[in-house]
């Protein structure tokens, strides 16, 4: 296509999208190998793909970017659902950006030149980039966090309260609190999220990377990521209108999933029983359970791949919205791990959702690949959030043993937003803020602690590890509430966390501490209180 046909229909694309923040709209805009001279302005519900077998086989010589003139202009923490994933960029002027905040990917890119991260220095709470190289700097500038896993940058510039680093070629030197850098020099295991490519002849084919072990950098700078390319013949193409049946009819005959950009109703749960299933979204597609059914349930089966998706809660609530792993699952899957890759939760903001949790892990060995579990605290409308309206106890609990998680993202929950039960856990990056509508203390109360934690470790559990935490609170309903503590741990020798910081959001309430009853509490001024590690 001609380059001002493709501008055309990026442009409408964009000028719809760029508000659009709880419309129906999808898009996935897919770019064979090539060369264009484009800007691709990214609004939400859009997703930018290349289908070479590198980010060098698509080079866009204009930009790639998100800006932040629409909430008001320069605040980039609305900025959600959209992404950029395997193409080269030659920026304009040298430098591109990426002003976003929550369920932004930025995945298997190449910048020739530097990457700001957001917009005229407002507002921006993000976000994650993935198996990328940076040849220039990356600018952080006003991000409150972010978390950069197995990339190469030329350097990093910027921080505000917690800034991540694992496996990053290029990374600043580990320096918490001052300035706020977690630097983790190798991935422990991982598995990049599969993708879609197009070969010489023109097959479609989705590459679904091998797991991997103490990784740094990307995979793909010689073209030799290690993994497996499966023919598009293996995939149920699944688009607008199919039935929850028909999706798992296909299942069933042992077929993958490839779900095309839309909104899908289910009336039963997606069903995934064999191993290795791949089940992979493009352009935000999205997920509804009707009728207080979980979305997706995943048996207890090895390397189970679920990539690019947003379940949205439906106006029944649902016990949970997604199960991976049947209760009392206790296969050892360390060999091939189930991943879960850019799987987003949200629980109100489009309609009134409620469901009680929104991800179960019950099986062993997971790979969380970055999530981000919202429970709304804005909407389309004021009916589709408040503390009654969009109820939500806890976004994530993990029963299985040895799950690791980077780039965990949960928001505003109404009891414990994480509870973390099994053993050998891992959490790299954590961003969290508390529920905002506490109507009163009262009515947020545990046992006889203030508040609930916002990432809690049992009791029970005897090693557990984590990286980089941050949690704020924002009680703009009643600023008189409190929080005893944002993380809650218990005294066991292989029980660490390295690198934790609270905050009160312009003075909106306190965290008495950080920590059981470690760690100071929240200063004036929304100003940040650190601790290196517990214990």
């Known amino acids: ?47 930018i793909l290349g289908l070479g077998s590198t980010p060098d086989a698509v080079t866009i010589d204009g930009a790639v970017h998100v800006e932040a003139d629409w909430f008001p202009p320069n605040n980039a923490t609305q900025n959600f659902w959209r992404g950029a994933e395997n193409l080269s960029v030659n920026p304009i002027g040298g430098s591109d950006q990426w002003a976003v905040s929550q369920a932004s990917p930025y995945r298997r890119m190449h910048v020739r030149g530097d990457l700001r991260l957001d917009h005229g220095g407002g507002w921006s709470s993000g976000g994650w980039i993935s198996d990328t190289k940076i040849d220039g700097q990356v600018r952080s500038g006003s991000q409150q966090q972010w978390i950069s896993r197995d990339s190469r940058f030329g350097s990093w510039s910027g921080s505000t309260w917690n800034m991540v680093f694992v496996g990053v070629d290029g990374a600043p030197a580990g320096t918490f609190p001052d300035p706020p850098y977690t630097t983790v020099d190798q991935t422990p295991i991982v598995r990049e999220k599969p993708c879609l490519q197009v070969d010489e002849a023109g097959h479609y084919r989705v590459f679904v990377p091998a797991l991997r072990n103490s990784t740094s950098g990307v995979t793909w700078e010689h073209d030799s990521a290690p993994g497996v390319s499966l023919p598009i013949d293996q995939f149920f193409i699944v688009q607008p209108g199919a039935a929850a049946a028909e999706m798992n009819a296909a299942l069933t005959a042992g077929k993958n999933l490839l779900i095309t950009p839309g909104v899908y109703h289910l009336d039963q749960p997606l069903h995934v029983t064999r191993q290795d299933t791949v089940v992979l979204g493009l352009g935000i597609a999205t997920l509804v359970p009707d009728g207080g059914i979980t979305a997706i349930k995943v048996d207890d089966v090895d390397g189970v791949k679920i990539a690019g998706l947003l379940i949205d809660a439906g106006t029944t609530s649902s016990a949970m919205l997604m199960e991976v792993g049947g209760p009392g699952s206790d296969a050892d899957h360390s060999a091939n791990p189930t991943s879960l890759h850019d799987v987003f939760f949200r629980v109100g903001g ?34 589709h959030v408040g503390w009654n309206s969009n109820a939500a106890d806890t976004g994530l609990v993990v029963n299985g043993n040895d799950v690791t998680v980077y780039g965990l993202f949960v928001e505003h929950f109404q009891k414990a937003q994480v509870a973390w039960n099994g053993n050998g856990g891992r959490t790299y ?14 009515s947020w109360m545990n046992g006889e602690a203030e508040g609930y934690p916002a990432y809690q470790v049992a009791s029970d559990v005897t090693s557990h590890e984590a990286w980089g935490l941050g949690s704020y609170c924002f009680f703009s309903t009643n600023p008189s509430v409190a929080c005893s503590h944002a993380f809650a741990a218990p005294a066991a020798p292989n029980v660490r966390f390295h690198d934790m910081v609270t905050v009160s959001l312009n003075d909106q309430g306190t965290i008495t501490h950080v920590i059981n009853d470690v760690g100071a509490t929240t200063p004036a001024g929304t100003k940040p209180a650190n601790l290196v590690r517990y214990p």
Not at 350 to 363: I, Y
Not at 429 to 434: A, C, H, L, S, V
């Open 1 to 47: 296509m001609p380059s001002a046909s493709i501008q055309r229909k990026l442009d409408a694309i964009f000028a719809e999208q760029e508000k659009n923040q709880f419309g129906c709209q999808r898009y996935a805009v897919l770019f064979k190998p090539g060369t264009y001279a484009n800007d691709v302005n990214v609004g939400f519900y859009t997703q």
């Open 350 to 383: 489009a309609a009134a959702g409620k469901a009680r949790t929104s991800l179960v892990v019950n099986s062993n060995n997971v790979i969380g690949d970055h999530l981000w579990l919202w429970r709304a605290d804005h909407g389309a409308d004021d009916s």
């Open 429 to 442: 990056f954590f961003q969290n803020e508390m529920p905002y509508d506490v109507p009163d203390q009262a």
